[in-house]
């Protein structure tokens, strides 16, 4: 009990410490990915930090599972280079028997991987598409700001207001530019307001002249007007026509079982079910040689976590294009993932060798 008790509280400051490391990382990584967004357009300025706090909530179950893979590997790897486990050794417990303090530790994090990646995934995947669909559905008022010039979502009109104005649905000093293929039109206006028509944005133009130039024909159309209307856009953007399997909830999925569907819910149960291979992984794979640096299991341990999420996506696109089935997918990767780590728990823990299985069968 002593030693358990011990060995779980090292657990516990090592996943802390990675933990705060990792999303630290991730957050930066995601601020610069998500800034470069809003520099291209496909993100509302403003909503910069949300759309990363979104980003890091959906990508937890993974730095989860990785802080834990981690925090086992180097607790033990640790307790290997102190010669703690030779002393567990000596007392008649062999390595197996490590495995049920590290799940008793583990257990809540691997529940919490779970409901992330079942319920909180699809829902922080869906609020970053309502925030990007929200911006790049916004009308041409809307993408104006004073001082500077506007281009539309279509990209045949250029906008330019002189100042803001008091009311949200008012502007003062209007310039418009507006090309199509053949002509393309200059429109001045000193005041300008927002109104809807059954179901339509139109911008009234007061107290303005319009200038039209034509490529067909010589000369230039200057004419004047008191009212002057343009068409905007629809009153009330609708939402996309598609809806990403990312952004479904996992009974929605379940209820539609195509294989783009079937290959989203692969992807959660895996995030639920690597994160307990993950642990018998790391207690299989921990093992210090005091002559290598200290640094190659921890190395190994890694390239083991990278290799094992890789394949994880190369299964998921394998089921999406219907090459491989669900449960086969599961099976083949999962399974086998934690067929292998049993595998080499049994053999460290026997202490097998390829020399004593040779003598065992030659004696046979």
Known sequence: ???????????????????????????TMMLIRT????????????DVMLVMGFTVLGQLPTILSLSLFVAIVGTLS?????????????????????????????WPVMLVVAVLSLGVWPWANRQIQELRVQYEQRSDIDRIAPGEFQESASGNRVFFIDKDSPDPQAANNVFILQTERNSEAVTSARSAR???????RVLMLTQGQRMETSK???????????????????????GPNEVS????????????????????????????????????????LSSVNPRAGRSGGLMFALFTF???????????????????SMPGYIALLHGGALALGLLVLAIRHNQWTPRQWWRRRSAA
């Open 1 to 27: 009990m002593l030693f358990d008790s011990s060995i779980r509280k090292e657990l516990a400051r090592s996943f802390g410490a990675t933990l705060v490391v990792l999303v630290t990382v991730v957050m």
């Open 35 to 46: 800034l470069g967004q809003a520099s291209r357009g496909n993100v509302n300025p403003s």
């Open 78 to 106: 640790r307790m290997y280079r102190d010669s703690e486990i030779v002393i567990w050794f000596a007392s008649g417990r062999g390595l197996l028997s490590l495995l049920p303090p590290l799940l008793r530790f583990a």
């Open 194 to 200: 927002l109104d809807v028509h059954e179901g339509e």
């Open 216 to 238: 067909d024909k010589p000369g230039i159309k200057i004419s004047e007007f008191a009212e002057y209307s343009t068409h905007i856009g629809e009153a009330s953007p609708s």
């Open 245 to 284: 399997a990312k952004t479904r909830d996992t009974l929605d999925l379940l209820a539609d079982p195509q294989p783009v569907h079937l290959a989203e819910i692969g992807w959660r149960i895996g995030l639920a079910l690597a994160a307990f291979n993950l642990v018998v992984l790391a207690l299989a």
């Open 306 to 324: 990278i290799v094992y999420y890789n394949l994880m996506t190369l299964g998921q696109s394998w089921v999406s294009g219907g090459r491989l």
